[in-house]
């Protein structure tokens, strides 16, 4: 196990079956969403996920919406400067060649599934596949609550495969 994923385990931030099914999405190049409020969590699990994807793959970090037209295997965004963050989002999905690691949280909201249906009616189809995060706070602990298998058949429904 990754030192830092292991420093999450430690502070029952995460379970061991959890990073491998996180482990899973990297080598299968699942983009990945972290969601939660940011007092939750979701940036140092993404900054980890990041670490832990760049040891075998290549990384860029996505500032403006023209860095997802570079080669990487993930595209880590959090912040984008000159566009908005779910024009990034709806540009990064749309482009089968982006495999993105981002996170959702109240200051950048969108919906993936709407995304994802709206792309399926435009293009008339979506390969790519999601790992959704969902970070919780309960009784002052932060913790991944659920995580999501996302994907769409080529009839455009979505199929969700929820691991608790």
Same mark, same amino acid.
């Given at each position: ?63 403006? &919406? ?8 993930? #595209? /880590?965004?959090?912040?984008? @400067?000159?566009?908005?963050? =779910? ?45 959704? &995060? ?8 932060? #913790? /991944?609550?659920?995580?999501? @298998?996302?994907?769409?058949? =080529? ?10």
């Amino acid at each position: 196990m990754h030192p830092m994923f292991e420093k999450l385990v430690n502070e029952s931030f995460i379970n061991g079956d959890q990073i491998q099914l996180i482990e899973e999405a990297i080598n299968e190049k699942r983009s990945i969403i972290v969601s939660g409020h940011k007092g939750w969590g979701i940036l140092p699990l993404l900054a980890t996920i990041s670490t832990y994807a760049k040891a075998d793959y290549s990384i860029e970090q996505v500032k403006t &919406i023209d860095d997802l037209n570079a080669a990487a295997d993930f #595209h /880590v965004m959090t912040n984008p @400067k000159d566009s908005s963050f =779910e024009d990034v989002i709806i540009s990064a999905i749309k482009n089968e060649k982006v495999n993105l690691l981002t996170i959702k949280d109240p200051d950048h909201p969108y919906s993936l599934f709407k995304i994802m249906k709206d792309i399926h009616e435009e293009i008339g189809g979506l390969d790519k596949k999601f790992l959704v &995060i969902e970070c919780a706070k309960k009784d002052d602990l932060k #913790h /991944v609550a659920k995580i999501t @298998k996302v994907e769409m058949d =080529e009839t455009g429904k979505l199929k969700k495969d929820v691991i608790k």
